[in-house]
């Protein structure tokens, strides 16, 4: 108890605050500035989220901005304001830039020996997100995988695919591959379906039920008039096709789509009796006499 009536904790712990862990152009980096500066850059983290989702907020109330340009100006506001607050951190608590000096020295070599690939999708997230090829809330096919972009990071874009799953994609990656992209300018894709029918089938009334069944559906287009085409005369069928237009969010709702049409095509043919033709052969045999048929009971012996 006497020792520690003796410790002076006030004196004790300014030592420790100004306790000086490096000089760099006369000036001290102390421990206290040091707790200072990260305070504030974890402060500066919390305003910037706040400030970077109030600001696309405040856009899409105004300009009415797709959610992808609204997800866009939410990433690229929320880096200018890390930064921003970085360096106020370190204005604030008097640390000098040139102490980053020596840090930007080892991180330059550490990027010589394995970071360039951390840079390289960092820039590539950054090209995304201020040329769009792909943006938040788009359909799109990378490497044969068909999902929803739900967010684009600083390293990584997130797909939500059609079995629901998450595929992490390096930002990289859309810059250094080939990606369809469905819903690039819109969410308008166009469909087709094949339908065969026997021949000596009324072709004009084929065409007249195919059209029917197309625009009966409530997600055609009806500015974009749909199309049927006689496609081919094929080795047992006329070969048909209907080409429409539709709106999708999701690559279910083409397919939906394209399964109701084909229900109504087939109930329509059904009561116009016209039939969907199936691979058929006709088989020919030459003989020069004429074929001997049996017929042969088989009994079982008991």
């Given at each position: ?15 420790i605050w100004q306790y000086p862990l490096l000089s760099v152009d006369g000036s001290s980096v102390t421990v206290g500035k ?14 910037s989220g706040f400030l970077s989702r109030r600001i696309s907020k405040s856009l899409s109330q105004r300009l009415k901005l ?119 300018s819109d969410n308008t894709v166009r469909a087709t379906i094949s339908v065969g029918v026997a021949y000596g089938s009324p ?100």
């Amino acid at each position: 108890m006497r020792l520690l009536e003796k410790i002076d904790f006030g004196a004790w712990l300014k030592t420790i605050w100004q306790y000086p862990l490096l000089s760099v152009d006369g000036s001290s980096v102390t421990v206290g500035k040091c707790l200072v500066a990260i305070f504030l850059v974890i402060l500066g983290f919390l305003a910037s989220g706040f400030l970077s989702r109030r600001i696309s907020k405040s856009l899409s109330q105004r300009l009415k901005l797709h959610t992808g340009a609204l997800a866009a100006v939410n990433s690229i506001s929320y880096y200018i304001l890390i930064l921003f607050f970085g360096f106020l951190a370190l204005k604030t608590a008097n640390v000098p830039l040139t102490v980053f000096t020596l840090l930007g020295g080892a991180a330059a070599i550490g990027l010589g020996f394995g970071s360039q690939n951390i840079v390289n999708n960092f820039i590539s997230g950054l090209i995304l997100l201020i040329e769009r090829p792909i943006t938040v809330g788009d359909f799109i096919d990378v490497e044969g995988v068909l999902g929803t972009v739900e967010s684009i990071g600083a390293r990584s874009t997130r797909i939500n695919a059609v079995d629901n799953t998450r595929l992490i994609v390096p930002n990289s990656t859309f810059l250094e591959k080939k990606v369809l992209n469905w819903t690039l300018s819109d969410n308008t894709v166009r469909a087709t379906i094949s339908v065969g029918v026997a021949y000596g089938s009324p072709c004009k009334k084929v065409r007249e039920l195919l059209l029917q069944a197309v625009l009966e559906h409530s997600s055609i287009l009806k500015d974009r008039e749909p199309l049927v085409l006689l496609k081919d005369f094929a080795d047992s069928s006329l070969q048909f096709e209907a080409i429409f237009w539709l709106t999708i969010q999701k690559l279910l709702d083409r397919r939906v789509a394209e399964s109701d049409i084909r229900f109504r095509i087939e109930e329509l043919f059904r009561e116009a009796k016209i039939s969907i033709c199936f691979p058929q052969r006709d088989v020919h045999l030459d003989s020069m006499k004429p074929l001997e048929v049996r017929i042969v009971n088989e009994t079982k012996e008991s």
